[in-house]
């Protein structure tokens, strides 16, 4: 089992920036890809970014160039740092962790979520 715990979320202005972590504990962090997803309300769960044991990483198109993902395996926490946010950036937040690959862009192939982090941008 991992358990994972976001933080970091909040009110921000457009164009403002925030950092969020997620912190995990159980079975050994390194042996697994950490993505980020969001979920706007209405919506379906969507990918934001993934992050490799190795530290390759990968976004999706809508952040690219303003979100960062990383990592810190001696203390098992990922980070997503988040920059020139939008309001279309507005949903809650969840990491999860996958066992299945490196480059892990679905949500079914994630085996352990956390329970959300709300990030809210005003216009």
């Known amino acids: 089992q991992v358990q994972l715990v976001e933080s970091g979320g909040g009110l921000v202005q457009a164009g403002g920036s925030l950092r969020l972590s997620c912190a995990a504990s159980?079975?050994?962090?390194?042996?697994?890809?950490m993505g980020w997803f969001r979920q706007a309300p209405g919506k379906e769960r969507e990918f934001v970014a993934v992050?490799?044991?190795?530290?390759?990483?990968y976004y999706a198109d809508s952040v690219k160039g303003r979100f960062t993902i990383s990592r810190d395996n001696a203390k098992n926490t990922v980070y997503l740092q988040m920059n020139s946010l939008k309001p279309e950036d507005t949903a809650v937040y969840y990491c999860?962790?996958?066992?299945?690959?490196?480059?892990?862009?679905?949500?079914?192939?994630?085996?352990?979520w956390g329970q959300g982090t709300q990030v809210t941008v005003s216009s």
């Open positions: 159980g079975r050994t962090f390194s042996n697994y890809a």
């Open positions: 999860a962790a996958s066992s299945r690959g490196a480059r892990v862009t679905v949500t079914s192939l994630y085996d352990y």
């Open positions: 992050i490799a044991w190795s530290g390759n990483t």
